[in-house]
């Protein structure tokens, strides 16, 4: 079964920088798009940033917009996502998704926790 693991996520302090890290443990066919998603306790998942495969368009949510850039490695099947001049509010989990075009259609990362605190 394929698992995606992110890596990345640790205590930083504002105004910080972060590379997260999703890697899939093997090859994944029909992708079209990769996402990035976070989630704080109590608030449903929300959207950061997503790529396509072809890597042509990237999306990001207004409140990274100018911070934060994802970008992929199309054969290590990874995506990554710089995070730059960090604020509190970015203190969430982190998960990677895999869109397909083909059943499963999305293939979810278990999470990598960051916070930003002084």
């Known amino acids: 079964q394929v698992q995606l693991v992110e890596s990345g996520g640790r205590l930083v302090q504002p105004g910080g920088s972060l590379r997260l890290s999703c890697a899939a443990s093997e090859r994944i066919i029909s992708i079209f798009r990769m996402d990035w998603f976070r989630q704080t306790p109590g608030k449903e998942r929300e959207f950061v940033a997503s790529?396509?495969?072809?890597?042509?368009?990237?999306s990001y949510a207004d409140s990274v917009k100018g911070r934060f850039t994802i970008s992929k490695d199309n054969a290590k099947i990874a995506i990554y996502l710089q995070m730059n001049s960090l604020k509190p509010e970015d203190t969430a989990v982190y998960f990677c998704?895999?869109?397909?075009?083909?059943?499963?259609?999305?293939?979810w990362g278990q999470g990598t926790q960051v916070t930003v605190s002084s």
């Open positions: 790529i396509t495969w072809d890597g042509v368009s990237t």
């Open positions: 998704a895999v869109r397909t075009t083909l059943h499963p259609y999305n293939y």
